[in-house]
């Protein structure tokens, strides 16, 4: 049996953290986190947590169709937000919606998004929590496990050909390593040195499949070196960890050096849905192990040990958080849906002529009972 030799001082099978055990982190990193930073990533964490507890319960009420939380997996979006520049795209996977809020979006319009309505920029056209903004340069991602992928790397070859300075990032979980799109894309993303930086949030599962089901590697980085370029394990539950390799990474694809692989090692304390049951496929020791590396708690450490919060000002900043949710939901909730012939929109520049016949034709017809019209 062939050896692998896996050296725990190497970036693809150590574990890169920052904020170790008790909050601190070294000089070196405290440089590239500043108090502001670091205030700013506690806040967009407690809002993120705070959203997802509020928006489970409307899905459970009826109120939205569909909810997928990132309980647990917070980190990586907030920290990508925070790392790149306004000119890069984010090709997201199923939870990096929140790098959008980060980077700007609103959040009434955000959650808009899973009410489908009139306020809603992609006119219910998506699934709830396949968010996507243009403004903030973050394409939708597709339901589909992995294409986000290759879309990333071509995009990042799109840059490069136009010499222009921005990157792109694509994310895919665990699950989506065996999909042919990831192995395609890193193969053309090493060869063409393609400015992207391709991100797996490794949360130990694929709806009900572990993640040891999804490949033989000793690490999801490891697969790097196949593909010509650095991987880079880091801790997806420390969010300076994940804010600085993607700082580096993506300074080295500005700097033209070609990609970089990053495996986020986290794990979702949610379901993977609101359509999925969890305690049918993993226990309960497992969750209660990984709820105690909780990204939120480690954060809050790191903030608390600066005195940048203490528990009067973190429940203040929790009251402040949940509000601005509650406001945005009762705001866009009572709005109606998108209007009827929306549906023809943003396709064709010019209606062709058989869409302009049935755009007539739906206009002329009564609306459907318990559609709620939209003008
Ligand atoms: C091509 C394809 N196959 C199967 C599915 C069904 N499916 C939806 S999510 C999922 C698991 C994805 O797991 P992973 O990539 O680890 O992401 P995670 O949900 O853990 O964030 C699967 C198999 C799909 N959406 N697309
Ligand atoms: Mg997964």
Redesign the pocket.
């Known amino acids: 049996m062939a050896t692998v030799i896996a050296a725990a001082d190497d970036p693809m099978f150590g574990l890169f953290r920052v904020i170790q055990d008790d909050g601190t982190m070294s000089d070196e990193h405290r440089a590239r986190i500043d108090d502001a930073l670091l205030s700013r990533m506690y806040r967009s964490m407690r809002l993120l947590r705070a959203l997802d507890e509020r928006m489970l319960v409307i899905q459970r009420q009826g109120r939205i169709g569909f909810y997928g939380e990132v309980k647990g997996?917070e980190a990586t979006p907030i920290a990508t937000g925070l790392a790149l520049e306004a000119d890069d795209w984010i090709f997201p996977?199923?939870?990096e919606g929140a790098a959008m809020l980060v980077r700007g979006f609103p959040l009434e319009t955000y959650v808009a998004q899973c009410f489908g309505n009139a306020c809603d920029v992609n006119k219910g056209r998506q699934m709830p929590s396949h968010y996507s903004g243009k403004s903030v340069h973050q394409v939708s991602w597709s339901?589909?496990?992995?294409p986000q992928v290759p879309q990333a790397v071509g995009a990042a070859w799109a840059m490069k050909l136009r010499g222009a300075k921005s990157i792109a990032v694509g994310f895919?979980?665990?699950?989506?390593t065996s999909?042919a799109d990831f192995h395609n894309a890193m193969n053309f993303a090493g060869v063409f040195k393609t400015p992207c930086i391709i991100v797996c949030?490794n949360?130990h599962?694929?709806?009900s499949?572990p993640?040891s089901m999804?490949s033989a590697s000793p690490t999801f980085a490891s697969k790097a070196i196949a593909y010509g370029m650095p991987g880079v394990r880091v801790d997806g539950n420390d969010i300076a960890a994940v804010y600085i390799a993607l700082q580096d990474a993506a300074a080295r694809a500005r700097r033209g050096e070609g990609p970089t692989f990053i495996e986020c090692v986290t794990y979702?304390i949610g379901a993977?849905s609101s359509s999925d049951d969890p305690t049918r496929y993993r226990s309960n020791d497992e969750v209660e192990a990984w709820k105690r590396k909780d990204p939120l708690d480690r954060l809050r450490k790191a903030v608390y040990g600066r005195g940048l919060m203490d528990d009067a000002r973190d429940e203040a900043l929790f009251q402040e958080v949940d509000g601005e949710v509650k406001a945005a939901i009762a705001k866009v909730e009572s709005a109606s849906n998108p209007p009827r012939e929306s549906v023809f929109e943003d396709v064709y520049e010019a209606l062709p002529w058989h869409l302009r016949e049935q755009r007539d034709e739906l206009l002329a017809s009564e609306p459907a009972a318990g559609h709620g019209g939209g003008h």
Do not use: K, M, P, T
């Open positions: 997996q996977a199923l939870r339901s589909c496990i992995g895919l979980g665990d699950g989506a999909q949030q949360n599962w694929a709806i499949v993640s999804q979702r993977h």
